[in-house]
């Protein structure tokens, strides 16, 4: 027999071993092999087994590494499609599926030192008071780490040495789980009497789950779009249709955006399936485990002993076997997005998945992305909608101030309107509480100099620098640049000493409030408030517990956080997120401004947003205002239409970057060139972003790096005749930590054909060896 593998050096290529007699009954599709390559050893991937190989002399491979194969034929077939659909190569999608902390040879549970109490024959000993304090914490424990025996007694492992020898204590290595949450204590829960909206909502996901179960065929549609505004009772829905999973001996992912992955959301998990007779473990999988807690974690899930996973994108990817559920919560989060190779929507894999294994998945949002409820409009997916609270709680009501008006009352435009001052005043008298959002960190988005002009820009990037107070320095949001916070303006001719600083964060707003109401217990909360692992926890426990009046933050309290208590929330500058160069910039603001008006009124008072801005007849904010997500989605879905975005089409972003500008605009230009010949056209009229780079194009001096390849050899492009090819233009941040980027938006309906084409044109496309291309399928992040 011969093993196809991939080898985790990244080649594009899969390579082919004997496989040596004695080791032929452990390898299979999936096992971790190392194998001989050139004169070194490297560790793979076996991808398929084969029975004749077009090579000859064959090196047979070196060993099997780990028991259990990692990678689950269903994963590897996910990976396979991961690399096909977003044009990557087989060992850069393997990596993702696997953790690292799985995949490294060395990885292993983790072995400490217990010390045990053993059974008493006859009198205790004489014994010294350190080692008789010692005893009755181990005799009270009978079993604990050495370490934690150390800590607790405040002694040395010599002392317990003595007890070991006088036959009372036994000390022995022995595996012991990390448990990230071990310290937490559960109380459990019984599954809500569901309203009728969520009764029916679960009935059809149950149904399609019974269809779907090893015994029946009949497939029914198995994948929903779970439409329910915020405080619907989603999570409830979740939960109930995980226990029908589990009564089948299936298990369940949950994806959960990485911000939203609080331990509340955890807990509320655990709680339902930490006892009963469907009583599993549930795994936790995010990005800030450390590699040994991520390790077990996912043995955890191997071995089948949790059977619910939640956790963030890369989750997905956990080999629950058998699947019978997968459901990603605020689905249209663009964090389930990874922006680096393999650019893998988690959410579109997750569909991808249900469908491999026959598993159900749901989609839930109170925002669906125009993705996933076009494809409910076209019958891809099921539609359930939740349209009231569960516990028949109002919607907030929403006022949208016109900001334009505030700065003609006032001179310049101030922070606060009268409107959103009066509301506060009001909240802190009746000691309710209030959150305040502003999706920009720092205290001032630019340092300008009135006189001269002058902007405090970043070296590597082509953005203002941020002026954070609080750190007296100037940083960018790119690349974290950082520089001292000048006096004087640093334009030599200038040396102007009434230096300003323009726009507004997160910080000033902070800094105002205390100014404004001194009294107020007021608490920032962003990425910059958050110092240490706790932060977090902290900040919300305090807000819960009532310490804190006003909470300001960024996008981070937009989130599924529940708070009773909160009666105010103010969006301090709704239109920030409209002024974006992404045709997704409306829908983007939609989804925030519902998001966050969800924080009001959750509990028994009813809750008010007010919504400050400066294009406030803008249809995004007057549809959020009313709640109204049919119509965002009727006048959006039209704009789309008309200039044939997704989810009309599908969009490739292909960025060139490189150091020098020249180049990299040239290599731009030489890709569409490309592209346009093995589409079979020639220059043909061109979409909106190639305006922007109307600059003639100088060729011949760089032809030499750029041979051309018979039309035979690239497939495809001319089979897409609906192909949009836009661009190249600059990036929207022309330069990025120090490298210039442009960019061609391709965009057609038929993505996996235009995948192929761009995987062939990126096999055989020859660019100057300092500037790189990357493709980006689906993209989510235009800048
Ligand atoms: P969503 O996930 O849609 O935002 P949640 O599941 O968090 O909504 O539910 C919001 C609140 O309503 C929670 O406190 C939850 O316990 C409660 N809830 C959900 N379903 C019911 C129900 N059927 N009866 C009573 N309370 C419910
Ligand atoms: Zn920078």
């Known amino acids: 027999m011969i093993a196809r593998v991939t080898l985790e050096i990244a080649l594009r290529k899969e390579f082919d071993y004997l496989i040596p007699p004695e080791l032929e009954a452990e390898v ?103 080692q008789q304090e010692v005893w009755n914490i181990i005799e009270e424990w009978r079993e604990m780490p050495l370490q934690e025996l150390l800590d607790l007694a405040d002694t040395t492992a010599e002392t317990v040495r003595k007890l070991e020898d006088k036959g009372l204590v036994s000390i022995g290595p022995q595996i012991s789980e990390r448990d990230p949450y071990a310290r937490e204590h559960i109380l459990p829960t019984q599954p809500l009497a569901l309203n009728a909206e969520q009764a029916a909502a679960l009935e059809k996901i149950k149904a399609a789950l019974d269809s779907k179960a090893p015994s029946t065929i009949n497939p029914q549609p198995s994948t929903f779009l779970l439409h329910g505004v915020t405080g619907s009772g989603k999570t409830e829905i979740y939960l109930q249709a995980i226990a029908r999973a589990l009564q089948q001996g299936r298990g369940a992912i949950v994806l959960v955006p990485e911000i939203s992955l609080t331990p509340q959301t955890v807990e509320r998990f655990k709680a339902r399936f930490c006892s009963g007779p469907l009583q599993t473990l549930v795994a936790v999988l995010h990005s800030h485990l450390s590699a040994g807690e991520r390790h077990d974690e996912w043995h955890k899930i191997r071995q089948g002993r949790a059977r619910i996973v939640i956790g963030a994108r890369s989750a997905i990817f956990a080999p629950v076997d058998p699947l019978g559920l997968i ?11 990874q922006e680096e190779a393999p650019r893998y929507n988690a959410r579109d894999v997750a569909v991808v998945r249900g469908q491999m294994e026959g598993a159900v998945v749901v989609l839930g949002s109170a925002t669906p992305s125009l993705e996933s409820f076009h494809n409910a409009q076209k019958g891809k997916y099921a539609l359930l909608q939740l349209p009231q609270r569960a516990d028949d709680r109002k919607m907030p009501l929403v006022r949208v101030i016109d900001m334009r008006q505030e700065a003609r009352k006032e001179k310049g435009t101030p922070i606060f309107s009268q409107k959103l001052k009066e509301e506060i005043t009001l909240r802190l008298e009746r000691r309710e509480q209030v959150m305040l959002f502003l999706n920009r960190r720092g205290y001032a988005t630019s340092l300008q100099c009135p006189k001269c002009g002058f902007v405090a820009e970043c070296p590597n990037c082509s953005v203002a620098l941020t002026y954070h107070r609080s750190r007296q320095r100037l940083l960018c949001h790119i690349c974290g640049h950082q520089a001292q916070a000048p006096t004087l303006c640093p334009n030599v001719k200038c040396r102007n000493p009434a230096i300003r600083y323009a726009g507004l964060g997160t910080e000033k707003v902070e800094d105002t409030l205390t100014k404004l109401f001194p009294r107020a217990r007021v608490r920032r909360m962003d990425s910059d408030a958050l110092k240490r692992k706790d932060d977090y926890r902290r900040i919300l426990g305090d807000f819960r517990t009532g310490k804190i009046d006003i909470l300001v933050g960024t996008q981070m309290i937009a989130k599924g956080l529940h708070f009773p208590n909160v009666t105010l929330v103010g969006i301090i500058y709704a239109d920030l997120s409209l002024h974006q160069p992404d045709f997704r910039a409306g829908e983007r603001t939609f989804q925030l401004l519902t998001q966050v008006a969800g924080r009001a009124g959750r509990g028994e008072v009813e809750g008010e947003v007010v919504v400050q801005a400066f294009t406030p007849f803008h249809p995004a904010i007057q549809y959020a205002r009313r709640h109204d997500f049919a119509g965002f989605y009727e006048q959006e879905i039209e704009f789309r239409e008309q200039l044939k975005y997704p989810p009309i089409s599908r969009a490739a972003l292909l960025t060139l970057k490189g150091h020098n500008e020249e180049k990299v605009r040239l290599s731009a230009d030489h890709v569409r060139k490309e592209i346009e010949k093995l589409a079979g056209r020639g220059s043909q009229k061109v979409g909106k972003r190639e305006s922007e780079s109307a600059e003639p194009v100088k060729s011949g001096a760089m032809s030499a790096h750029f041979p051309t390849f018979p039309l035979s050899q690239l497939p495809a492009f001319h089979a897409l005749p609906d192909l949009i090819i836009a661009g190249p233009a600059p990036a929207p941040l022309l330069r990025a930590e120090t490298y210039y980027r442009y960019q061609l938006m391709l965009r057609t309906r038929q993505m996996s054909k235009l995948s192929r084409s761009l995987a062939n044109l990126r096999e055989t496309l020859t660019l100057p060896e300092d500037v790189s291309l990357t493709v980006d399928v689906d993209p989510v992040n235009l800048a």
């Open 28 to 130: 299979e599709p999936g096992t971790r092999v190392k194998v001989p390559f050139g004169p070194r050893q490297v560790m793979g991937c076996v991808t398929a087994l084969v029975k004749e190989s077009p090579r000859l002399n064959l090196r047979p491979l070196l060993k099997v590494v780990g028991r259990q194969a990692l990678v689950t034929p269903t994963i590897l077939k996910l990976a396979r499609w991961i690399a096909d659909y977003y044009c990557c190569p087989v060992e850069t999608a393997l990596k993702s599926v696997l953790p690292e902390a799985v995949r490294k040879e060395k990885a292993s549970w983790r072995e400490r030192l217990f010390a045990r109490a053993l059974p008493l024959a006859g009198d205790l000993p004489r014994l010294t008071r350190r």
């Open 327 to 337: 459901v990603v919560d605020e689905e249209h989060e663009y964090s389930y997005k």
